[in-house]
Each structure stands twice: as structure tokens, then as C-alpha cells.
């Protein structure tokens, strides 16, 4: 039995609890499990160090750039990659092989990051935040087409049960490597970082898509039928398919596990101020929750990606009530220099766990160009509500940041009830 396959079978297969496990593999099934893997965990590893809520945030505050730009920047990433899906699904469903498409839009997101890292070096103030931003739309919409791509690519080229492990050891081996760079960063000292500095991450990051690309058009993937949905008809099915309307209002309310993350920054740079180590630690903690959180939450999405949902959204909501009560009230108690980054590890572990729920929900839930319109339709639809929302928590957070706190804690927790009630879409599951 080759090596390749030998890994996959200890790491994917002997774990399997449904009647396909022992049984014989495709031949390209190993192949595709670690190129998908290695593709995405440098793409994951890029995002980690170019993510908005640390990284670039901490470069917005370096750069001298307002707060209501920077607070823009979570939700124009997690919105922008998401609006246009719902016209882009039919310009993927024309290509016979969609890694293409997914090889595409790393490579344009690449070069959106060497872009700010020029951004880094030459520009200030009110001119580098527009750049941040206009560049940072730019990547979101790149991003869009590898998302309606991947999900498509690992729904025919991986079975059920195992497409939530698939995502999941890619998100865990991303955690390993970021645990090194935070654990560098923190190495190198106290002091202040530099925004100049901030272009060689982001530079890094740029890289990490290239070879990340290189390797996802090694997939073997079999041949799609040309066609697909017309975008009238994809729109019609968030009117007429509940099962899909209800993934989208719980997929809608935890969404607060994303943008809950930069408040917990913005205290933790508020009660410690802006040094490279403690930057270090909150891209550390993120790492951490990765590399753990990560296996563990795609195996059991592989046996209910609903519940997983649930967990997360219910933990995000204890963790935002906390907080919000403790920035009201008793902020003494947000100054011990564990405390900030221990709360952001939990968020961290609980947005893990919501990712990749939902990416193994919505997978498991159709076949074939279905399932691209339904990725589609729900990006799309929770695109729009992230600016809404996001816009709106925004403002709130100019008045309170308690207050922006606790109405994100009430999201996740009715998400969590919502999650419950999702019908099952894996084999098997109660």
C-alpha cells in the first residue's frame, strides 16, 4: 500500500464510523485529500498573517488610520468575499474542472497582499486606509471565487465523512505553523512594531497563496457538466427552500463569532498596549485554537456539522455576555495580561468550530451544481447582512462597546437554538 495512502487511511478512514470505512478507496482519493489539505493550509497560514483582526488592525493603528475605517475591515472581508457569488456560481458552472477557478482567485488575492504591503511602506493616515480598504474589497472579491470553487471541488472529489476532516486538518496544520510565527514574533521583544515591518508579513502572506495555488491545480477532479442555474432561479431558492432559509438565518446569527474578534483586540490594545508581543500572543492563542480546535470539530462535523454549529455559537455568546458585563462595569479585571488573549483563544475555538460546521453542513446538504447554488445563495445573502450587521455594531460600538458586546453575545445564542432545530444532512445521525 503506498505511503500516501497508508497516511490518509491512519488519519481519515480507521476514524470513520459509517459502513464505508475498511472499504476499497478511489485511486485519487489520498492524492486529493492532501493536495486539497495543503492547498488550503497555506491559504489558511496566509490568512493568519494578514487577518483583519489582528494583524491588520494592528497595521491600521500603526498607519495612523480612523477608527471607523478600521472597524470596517473584518466586515468588508467577510461580506465582500460573499455578495457576488450569487452571479459568480454560473460563471464557475461553465468550467468543466472548477479548480481553475479556485487557482484563479488565489493567485489575484496574492497580489492583493504584496499591494498592501507597498501600502505598508509608502502611506499614512487617511490615503492608506482608503488603500487598505479599496485593496482589501479587491482580495474579498477574488476570495469569492475560490470559495464557490473549493466547496464544489471537495463535494466531488471527497465522500461524506470525510469532507469536515478535510477542512479541518487543513485548519489545524495552518494552526502549527502560526504558533511559529507568533512564537518568533514574541522572540524578537517588547518594543513597538513598525509599520514598514508590517510589509514583509504581508508580503509573506502574498507568497503563501502562490504556492497554495500551484498545488490546488494538482487536484485530480472529475469533469462537470457546462450549465448550471441562471442567478434568478438561484434567488427564487432563498424565497422557496426552507431547509436552505433556515441554514441561512443560523449561518446569519453566527456570524457574531467573526465579528466579535476585533472588540477583543481593541480591548486588549486599549489595556496593553500596541507591542510586537502582544501581538505575538493574540497570533499565537489564534494558532493554538487552530491546530486544536481544528481536528477535533471537523471529526465530529463529519457525525453532525449541526451540533458543531451549536457549540460554537452557544460558547461565543457566554464569552460576549462576559465581556460585555466586565467592559461595563469591572474593567479593572481585563488588565491582567493572560486575561485578553485566554478570551480571544475561546472565541477563536468557537468561530473553529462554526466554520467548519457550516462548510460541512452546506457540502452534505446537495449534490452536483445544487450545491454550488447553494453555497452561492447563502454567501451571498449573509454577505449582505454582514455589512448591515457589521455596519450597524460598528456605530453601536462608538456609543458602547459594552453594548455592541452583548447584542453580538444574543446573536450567538439564538443562533445555538436555531442550530438545533436544523434537519440532519449526514448519513446516520440521529
Known amino acids: 500500500m503506498p505511503s500516501l495512502e497508508r497516511l490518509y487511511r491512519k488519519l481519515v478512514v480507521d476514524s470513520d464510523p459509517s459502513p464505508r470505512n475498511g472499504a476499497a478507496l ?13 492547498s488550503h493550509f497555506l491559504t489558511k497560514l496566509g490568512d493568519a498573517l494578514s487577518n483583519p483582526k489582528t494583524t491588520l488592525t494592528w497595521l491600521a493603528g500603526s498607519l495612523g488610520v480612523a477608527g471607523w475605517m478600521t472597524a470596517l475591515l473584518v466586515p468588508l472581508r467577510e461580506s465582500g468575499s460573499m455578495l457576488v457569488q450569487i452571479g459568480l456560481a454560473g460563471i464557475v458552472e461553465r468550467f468543466r474542472h472548477r479548480k481553475w477557478v479556485w487557482t ?41 471565487l475560490s470559495s464557490v ?9 471527497l465522500p461524506k465523512r470525510r469532507r469536515g476532516r478535510a477542512n479541518g486538518w487543513a485548519a489545524s496544520t495552518a494552526g502549527v505553523a502560526t504558533l511559529g510565527i507568533g512564537a518568533t514574533a514574541a522572540w524578537l521583544g517588547p518594543g513597538q512594531f513598525p509599520a514598514p515591518d508590517y510589509a514583509f508579513v504581508l508580503a509573506g502572506a502574498g507568497l503563501m497563496w502562490v504556492v497554495g495555488a500551484l498545488l490546488f491545480a494538482g487536484v485530480r477532479e472529475p ?7 441562471d442567478t434568478d432561479t438561484r434567488l427564487r431558492m432563498l424565497f422557496r427552500d426552507r431547509r436552505l432559509q433556515r441554514f441561512v438565518i443560523a449561518r446569519a446569527l453566527l456570524m457574531c463569532t467573526a465579528l466579535s474578534a476585533p472588540y477583543y483586540v481593541m480591548l486588549a490594545h486599549r489595556h496593553g498596549g500596541e507591542t510586537l508581543r ?10 493554538i485554537a487552530s491546530m486544536l480546535g481544528g481536528p477535533v470539530w471537523g471529526r465530529l462535523a463529519d457525525r453532525s456539522s449541526r451540533h458543531v454549529m451549536l457549540i460554537g455559537g452557544l460558547a461565543a455568546s457566554v464569552l460576549g455576555a462576559v465581556l460585555a458585563v466586565l467592559a461595563f462595569g469591572y474593567s479593572a479585571l481585563l488588565s491582567p495580561a493572560w486575561f485578553m488573549p485566554l478570551m480571544y483563544f475561546l472565541l477563536s475555538l468557537a468561530h473553529q468550530a462554526v466554520r467548519t460546521g457550516r462548510k460541512t453542513y452546506v457540502i452534505d446538504m446537495a449534490e452536483g451544481d445544487t450545491r454550488t447554488d447553494y453555497v ?21 460600538s462608538s456609543w458602547s462597546l459594552s453594548a455592541a458586546l452583548a447584542v453580538l453575545a444574543a446573536m450567538g445564542g439564538c443562533g445555538a437554538l436555531l442550530c438545533a432545530r436544523l434537519p440532519s444532512v449526514t448519513d446516520g445521525e440521529d
Open 223 to 229: 469533469a462537470a457538466e457546462n450549465g448550471g442555474t
Open 278 to 287: 502582544l501581538l505575538a500572543v493574540f497570533v499565537t492563542v489564534d494558532g
Open 376 to 396: 452561492a445563495v447563502s454567501n451571498s445573502a449573509i454577505g449582505v447582512l454582514l455589512l448591515i450587521v457589521g455596519g450597524g455594531i460598528a456605530a453601536l
Open 149 to 157: 470553487a473549493s466547496k464544489d471541488v471537495l463535494g466531488r472529489t
Open 26 to 38: 478511489h485511486e485519487d482519493e489520498p492524492r486529493n485529500f492532501f493536495l486539497f489539505v495543503g
Open 104 to 144: 484563479l482567485g488565489a493567485l489575484l488575492q496574492a497580489g492583493c497582499m504584496f499591494g498592501m504591503a507597498l501600502c505598508a511602506l509608502l502611506l499614512r493616515g487617511y490615503v492608506a486606509g482608503l488603500v487598505l480598504l479599496g485593496l482589501l474589497a479587491l482580495f474579498a472579491l477574488s476570495r469569492s
